[in-house]
Nanobody
Framework: QVQLVESGGGLVQAGDSLRLSCAAS????????LGWLRQVPGKEREVVAA????????YYADSVRGRFTISRDNAKNMVYLQMNSLTPEDTAVYYC????????????????????WGQGTQVTVSS
C-alpha cells in the first residue's frame, strides 16, 4: 500500500506561484512512477505532469508546459509540483498519484494508469 499526502494548496492571485508537495509513505518509493493530476467540478480528471521512477523523464500537459515543473526526491519520498504564472484556469483540486513501474523511464499519461491517490489539495487562482 502507498499513502500519499498532498500539501501546499491555497488561494493565490493570477501570476503568482505555488509549490505543491506530496509525501509518500512507502519503503520502495523509487519503484513508483508519479504524477500530478487535477480536477475541476464537472470535468474529467487530467494528468498535468508526470515523472518516471528515475526522475529523468517528465511529461507536461500542453496547458501547463513551460509554467509547471514536476520533480521528485527519492531520498525523502517526496514529489513536488512547482506552478508559476498561475491563471484562473488552473483552479482545481490537485492530486498526487503513483503506480508501481518496472521501467525506470516510463511515464503514465492517463488517470486510470495510476493505482494510488492522495486526498487532493485545492488550488484557487483569482483574477
Amino acid at each position: 500500500q502507498v499513502q500519499l499526502v498532498e500539501s501546499g494548496g491555497g488561494l493565490v492571485q493570477a501570476g503568482d506561484s505555488l509549490r505543491l508537495s506530496c509525501a509518500a509513505s512507502v519503503r520502495t518509493f523509487r519503484e513508483y512512477a508519479l504524477g500530478w493530476l487535477r480536477q475541476v467540478p464537472g470535468k474529467e480528471r487530467e494528468v498535468v505532469a508526470a515523472i518516471s521512477r528515475s526522475g529523468v523523464s517528465t511529461y507536461y500537459a500542453d496547458s501547463v508546459r513551460g509554467r509547471f515543473t514536476i520533480s521528485r526526491d527519492n531520498a525523502k519520498n517526496m514529489v513536488y509540483l512547482q506552478m508559476n504564472s498561475l491563471t484562473p484556469e488552473d483552479t482545481a483540486v490537485y492530486y498526487c498519484a503513483a503506480r508501481n513501474s518496472y521501467s525506470s523511464g516510463r511515464l503514465y499519461y492517463t488517470p486510470s494508469e495510476y493505482n494510488y491517490w492522495g486526498q487532493g489539495t485545492q488550488v484557487t487562482v483569482s483574477s
